[in-house]
């Protein structure tokens, strides 16, 4: 019998304390090893962020908080920054770190920055919220393609606009 399992985990401890919640269809836990596997139709959810995946694997502490995520397959997500800066995306593996809020992307990786239009589509891109840093790599055959959203030159006249055309 498949039943939607429900987790609430409170971060109780944790300077930016939010609840944290987790949808899945199944759940297995090794409290002494500190491991907690969801898996299907994942779903988690901390505040404005949000994670979803097949699988995700969380390991915890010895006062049982979240120490790392590790999402899996067809994992998407939307996060928001300490500076508010909004991010959607997907990546075929996602690991997560609480502690230092950085996001590590893995395998056809599309993240998008909403507010500010801007794209990185790569095979490995690095997140780090705290500090505003972003780093990507492209895959061995295929090169990092970033994507800006340019404004049109508002100082352009209309005799280099005709020109363009």
Do not use: C, W
């Amino acid at each position: 019998m498949k039943k939607r399992v429900l987790i609430i985990i409170l971060l109780a401890t944790s300077l930016f304390a939010q609840e944290l919640q987790i949808k899945a269809k199944l759940f297995n836990a090794d409290q002494k090893a500190g491991i907690s596997i969801f898996e299907g139709d994942v779903n988690i959810i901390k505040g404005a962020d949000e994670l979803n995946a097949s699988k995700v694997t969380i390991h915890t502490n010895s006062n049982q908080e979240p120490t790392k995520f590790i999402a899996e397959g067809n994992s998407s997500f939307k996060i928001k920054t300490l500076e508010g800066s909004l991010y959607t995306g997907k990546a075929h593996k996602v690991i997560y770190l609480p502690q230092t809020k950085e996001y590590y992307f893995y395998q056809d990786v599309h993240l998008k920055q909403i507010d500010d239009k801007k794209e990185i589509i790569g095979d490995e891109v690095i997140l780090k919220t705290i500090e505003g840093k972003a780093y990507a790599k492209g895959a061995e055959k295929e090169p990092v393609i970033m994507i800006f959203n340019m404004p049109e030159d508002q100082n352009k006249t209309k005799d280099d606009k005709k020109e363009n055309k």
